[in-house]
Each structure stands twice: as C-alpha cells, then as structure tokens.
C-alpha cells in the first residue's frame, strides 16, 4: 500500500477514500452499518452493470462491517467538464447508458416509485423548507392549495410508464472515463418507476444550468434513441415534455426539502447556495401550466413573507 486519501463525502453517512498501491489505485466504501446498510448498493451495481452501464466493479465486501473495495473511475466529475464544448458528446454518453438501464427493466427488481415514497418526498418541502427554513406555516386555504397541487403531480407521475430510476442521475454522480463514458455512482437507492425522473435529474440539475434550448435538443435526442430502442415514451414529444416538466416539478419541490434537512438536521449548509437554482427551476415549470399556477402563487406568497423577516429564497 502506498498511501490512502479521502476520495469524496456524500449526503449520506458513507464515506469513500482512494487506496493506491504502486500500480494501482482503488476505493474503499465505509458505510457505518448503524446508518447505511451496503447491500442495495452491491445488487443495483451488478444488475446496472449487467445491462450495460459503467458502474464500479465490486472487489471485496465486508457487508457486515460496511466496507467495500471498488474500481476507481478517478476525479474527473461531468459537474467538472462539462462546458459548452464538451457538454453535447457528455450528454449524449449519459442518454445512451441511462437507456441501456431502462431497457433491462422489469418489475418486482427494485422498490416501487410508489405513491407512498412520491409522496414523502413532497412532505419534505412543508416539513423542513416551510417550517425549518422559512419558517412559515401555511394558512388552511394556502395547506388547500398545496394538497391540491400535490395531488395533481402525484397523478401525472404515477401515470407514467415505469422503468429502473437512479433516481441521482446528474453531474456530480457521473464520472467521465475514457472507456464506456460515464462511469455511474450514488445508485443505491434506485427504484422502479417513472421514465422521466432521470431525466429531470439531469436536465433540471440543481449544481448547473443549461439553456432551455439546448435541454430541449438533448431531450429530443433521448426520446428518439428511447423509441428507436422500444422503451415505453410518449408517441407525441409533446406529452413526453409534459411528464418530463411534472417530474421535474416533483423533484424540485423534493430537492428543496432535502437541502433544508441537510442544513437543519445534519448540519451541511454547502446545499444552501443551490437552492435558488431549483427554486427558479419550480417557479418556471409551475408558470407553464394552469393546474400549477395556484402553487405559483403560493410560491409568491411564501417568498412575499419571507422578505418581511429579511430573508430570501
């Protein structure tokens, strides 16, 4: 052994280091099992990796002690390379694995996207953005609008066709390697459900932002590839941009709740800076469509209160 360095820290508890021997490097998971528990990460990693996706090759395992030797795709993240040169060839890289994925799906695999887990995640938002961050609480007509808001997205989401979902499908967790670009990371929690979510994640990412434009050719480029390979989307571009806009509404709403808990409960304010981002993600996908625009001005109200007590978003 020649030396051993922290790799990463994740929102989560588990840590990984970089081991190097003199002609190697490797990196080791340690994911306390009193707080993570390591076997969805080796069966998601096998079975994306038997349809085809780059995710690390399990060398070793102590499942009881929370370790794990995997292959090492080094430090170069998509977050890090990708600029307007090199963004078209990444993001077509990411398409076709995230379809190698989809393609090998079949119910019963993983954990149902269900409308119990849709809906805990909505619940973060009111639990710990309002209440933690804002420190709001809702008036019963405002609590109105958001259960009914809610419920609408909870419709068109479960209304979709469902396949596997990374469900962190997005820049940081994508590794650029020079064999099968991109290397996969962060996909233990990977359920079954929705096909637009990953693409929400990826395209809608909290830590970049792309011309509306240039997401709109990127996902006209995967709706092509999806269909040609027989995946269930949309007929219609339009209604497949419909689910992929709802989805996204469901995630940022999520995306927001989760970053306030990562504050207030474990004490990582690194997430705070990018809650704008997805914050004008919401805002604009909520502005697009009738049914959200009651929430939109729930958003205005929130935000109107908010600047009362001199704070912003």
């Not at 804002?134 to 109105?144: G, H, N, P």
Request: charged share 25%; with cysteine; net charge negative.
């Amino acid at each position: 052994m020649v030396g051993l360095d922290v790799a990463s820290a994740d929102a989560s508890f588990r840590r990984y280091y970089r081991a190097r021997t003199a002609t190697a490097s490797y990196i080791v998971m340690d994911a306390p099992p009193a707080h993570e528990d390591c076997r969805p990460f080796v069966h998601i990693a096998r079975l994306f990796r038997a349809a085809g996706a780059n995710t690390p090759e399990i060398l070793a395992e102590n499942l009881d002690e929370g370790f794990l030797l995997l292959t090492d795709f080094g430090n170069t993240t998509y977050l890090s390379a990708l600029n307007e040169q090199t963004a078209d060839r990444l993001y077509r890289d990411a398409n076709a694995e995230l379809v190698n994925i989809q393609l090998a799906s079949r119910p019963g695999e993983l954990p149902d996207y269900d409308e119990a887990l849709l809906r805990r995640e909505l619940m973060l938002f009111p639990d710990w953005y309002l209440a933690k961050h804002l420190k709001v609480e809702l008036t019963d007509a405002q609590r109105q609008v958001m259960d009914q808001t809610f419920a609408a997205i909870l419709a068109n989401n479960l209304a979709q066709p469902r396949v596997y979902v990374h469900r962190d499908w997005h820049s940081r967790n994508l590794m650029v390697t020079t064999e099968n670009n991109p290397g996969v990371l962060d996909f233990q929690d990977a359920v079954y459900g929705p096909i637009t979510y990953d693409l929400a994640s990826i395209y809608k990412d909290a830590y970049i932002r792309w011309d509306e434009d240039r997401v709109l050719d990127w996902l006209v480029r995967y709706w092509q590839a999806a269909r040609q390979a027989g995946l269930p989307v949309a007929a219609d571009f339009g209604d497949f941009y419909r689910d992929f806009e709802w989805m996204g509404v469901q995630r940022h709403i999520k995306v927001l709740g989760i970053f306030a808990r990562l504050y207030y409960r474990d004490g990582k304010s690194g997430y705070l800076k990018d809650m704008p981002l997805v914050m004008d993600y919401l805002r604009r996908a909520c502005e697009r469509f009738n049914a959200l625009r009651p929430f939109m001005r729930l958003l205005d109200e929130l935000a109107g209160r908010r600047a009362d007590v001199g704070y912003t978003f």
